[in-house]
């Protein structure tokens, strides 16, 4: 009998932002621990797979680990059904027990991830599953860009990546794992300083500080297991808005950093809000998200996002107040928790962003949020 019908084979994903060591992590994993039985894939944005050929020349043991490359693309977007279908092919070889996956630096875990939810097509998923999420983060990276303590690092053309950072941290918020890595980078009371905001970020995952990815490479193939439901409720941003709801929270850790919900009906003046962004934001707050609405678009949601220095607000969906009438009843009767929040006035809508930062003025920030509030 085929031993895969009886036993599906775990995934390991490794992401982390470029630079971050995913790489070196991986070689160490190869020439120091027992590769029998372990696959590899390596997902790489450019048209030739840099990452899969350093493993080929620095790692000895290569000849007893099968690996697929997969490249021009990313398998959290045009690469995924690729990549599931690889995954699925390997579950099927005898010689396959584990697989270990290293994702493109610009990936998102959450949509990989969402690759292994069961569906009506394969409710079971036969084959593989996900067994954990390990991130690798830049120490140094972190205390610079999302601390905001010292100069901020700029790319070639002397202007700051953008929306980078709000990757960086949305890989951090949904991973098992979290490989702290360039820890000889920072002294002790800034490698506390970054654990501790991480910690607000992600509770949940066990943090693990090295430098040049050094891990004991059973951390990584027997370490924590990920679920998906606990880490997709554990993220502050969640916590956040599930105090919001049941109490009324304004607790604040020894490193001063607290978080709280801004909720409000009524519609954001476009302009004002930018004005404010771009003006009067403040440095204090580390990371926000949510969705919120513009009096000049009833019709679009928009998502909010903001991690140090970078802000964005990108159309996202449509509000369902904005549909015909026969749409939202069609909504009503399959997702009937819609009306829990329906507002007479309002529907659907509302401006929800969560923040999270370290001694700001919450009544100040409150104030300046109400001040961009649409009179119309």
Known sequence: ??????????????????????????QGLLENGDNSGLALIINDMGSVNIDGKLIKKENSSQETTKMVELQNGCICCSLREEFMNQ???LSKDQRVDKILVEASGISNPVSIAEGFLPSEDD??????????????VDADRIYNEFLGEMEEQLNEDGQEEPDIINLVIDQIEFCSTIILNKCDLLPVDRIDRVI?????????????????GKVDTRLIFDGKEFDY???MSSSSLQKALAREKYMDYSGTDDYGVSSFVYEERRAFDRERFMEFLEENYPET????????WFSDDLAHAQLFEQAGNNASVS???SWVAALSNDEKEEIFQAYPDVLEDWDEIYGDRMNQLVFIGRD????????ALNNCISSD
Request: glycine share 8%; no cysteine.
């Open 1 to 26: 009998m085929n031993r895969k019908i009886d036993k599906k084979t775990p995934v390991i994903l490794i992401t982390g932002y470029l630079g971050s060591g995913k790489t070196t992590l991986l």
């Open 87 to 89: 995954l699925q092919e």
């Open 123 to 136: 409710p079971d998923h036969s084959g593989v599953y996900l067994h954990s999420i390990i991130t690798v």
């Open 196 to 212: 501790n905001t991480i910690k607000q970020i992600q509770p949940e995952a066990e943090i693990i500080e090295t430098t040049w």
């Open 229 to 231: 439901d606990r880490v």
């Open 285 to 292: 707050v580390i990371r926000a998200k949510g969705y919120m």
């Open 315 to 317: 159309e996202a969906t």
């Open 360 to 367: 700001y003025d919450k009544d100040g920030l409150i104030a």
